[in-house]
Every structure is written in structure tokens, then in C-alpha cells.
């Protein structure tokens, strides 16, 4: 599967429609009781990237979009405005936003991940494509330099530590980030004339897993 590490026109995709699913099997037995059991481990984002799409100039740029990566061939990064930081949208990222885990003495590699809260209950998703130059890390609350500490691959998301954080160190990062995506169309359909006439396109867009 090739991906991409470009993002969708960021002025495209604000405004645009969509956010995650889930996948339930629910079976309703003979007494009216329920079994629900879910296949997903993680949740699935599906976006609309067409409504976001208000000139032709816009939708020029879809299109060479669309054809630069072959249509639904290859992934491409894409920023959910609802849900692109490690933090609340009106906060500034902190090298303290979310927990990746405790140091052993050993371990110098730590996924990035973000942490959702609810009644008691938490989700965690982990982050594979971070946005370069937005990542901030801290060890028991001291912030880490990222020169000579630690460093980030942009394309995993794996934070690699140049020393092995202490046992029981909290190790804590701050980000923002993209979503992988593809395509879940074969063709853009549209006339320019029923565009004019406010003819919104429908281009559908899916996460994938990487």
C-alpha cells in the first residue's frame, strides 16, 4: 500500500464533514436480551472532501489532488479540524498533554497516542502521523530537548529516546497531528456549470490503517 506523506490542502478540508465510526455486531436473542461485540480495536474516520471545495479554482485543485495520488491508490495525511492537537483546539500544545507510558530503564521507544475520557471509561488512539515540528516531550514533567534527548519519526510516530527514561518515569508528549486517509472514490463528478449553480462535489474520504 503506498502513502503519501502530503497533506490535503488544509484551506479544503476545514468545514468539511465527518468524524470517527464505530463497527458493533449486535445480536438480539430469543428473551429480547442483546450480545454486542465489536471486530475494531480502533475507531475509523470518514470525511468529506468535497464541501469544502467553494470556486473552481478550488476544485482544480481537488482534482490535481485526486490525480496526484492516483485516486484511491495512495494514502495522504489530512487535518480534522474538530480533533488535530493533543490538547482541548483552544489550548496550546504542552509537552505534558497525554501519558505514553512509564519509563522501565530499558524501553527508549514510545508510541505516540491520544487519550480520550468518559465516564470513567478511555480510549486510546494511537497517533502515527504527528506534524513535524510540533512535538514536545517531557519526562516527570521536565520538558526534554529535542536536540540531544530525544527525536520523532514524522512518518510512525515513534518517539525514540537517546537514554532509557528512569523506572516509573511518566514520559508525556504534546502534538499536533494528521490523519491517514485515502480515497474511497474511483472519480470526481462534477460540471462546472452545475457548480456555478452551488452543485456541491461528493468526495469521500476514509482512514487507513498504517
Not at 521536565?142 to 537517546?162: K, M, P, Y
Not at 497531528?177 to 474511483?186: A, L, M, N, W, Y
Amino acid at each position: 500500500m503506498g502513502f503519501h506523506e502530503v497533506r490535503f490542502p488544509a484551506a479544503l478540508s476545514f468545514g468539511s464533514i465527518g468524524g470517527p465510526e464505530r463497527r458493533t455486531e449486535i445480536v438480539t436473542l430469543a428473551n429480547g436480551f442483546e450480545e454486542r461485540n465489536t471486530p475494531w480495536a480502533h475507531s475509523r474516520r470518514r470525511y468529506d472532501a468535497g464541501v469544502g471545495v467553494r470556486s473552481l479554482d478550488d476544485l482544480q485543485l481537488l482534482i490535481a489532488f485526486f490525480e496526484g495520488r492516483s485516486g484511491q491508490l495512495h494514502g495522504f495525511r489530512w487535518k480534522d479540524w474538530t480533533d488535530f492537537k493533543s490538547c482541548a483546539p483552544s489550548l496550546e500544545v504542552s509537552a505534558t498533554d497525554q501519558i505514553l507510558g512509564e519509563g522501565d530503564g530499558v524501553a527508549t521507544e514510545f508510541q505516540l497516542c491520544r487519550r480520550y475520557l468518559s465516564g470513567g471509561s478511555e480510549y486510546v488512539r494511537p497517533i502515527r502521523k504527528p506534524v513535524a515540528g510540533t512535538v514536545r516531550m517531557a519526562v516527570d514533567g521536565a520538558v526534554q530537548s529535542s536536540n540531544s534527548a530525544w527525536s520523532v519519526d514524522s512518518t510512525t510516530g515513534i518517539v525514540t529516546f537517546a537514554t532509557a527514561p528512569a523506572i516509573g518515569a511518566s514520559v508525556t508528549a504534546g502534538f499536533e497531528f494528521d490523519v491517514p486517509v485515502r480515497f474511497d472514490t474511483e472519480s470526481i463528478r462534477i460540471s462546472a456549470v452545475g457548480f456555478e449553480a452551488g452543485e456541491i462535489p461528493d468526495v469521500p474520504v476514509v482512514e487507513v490503517r498504517v
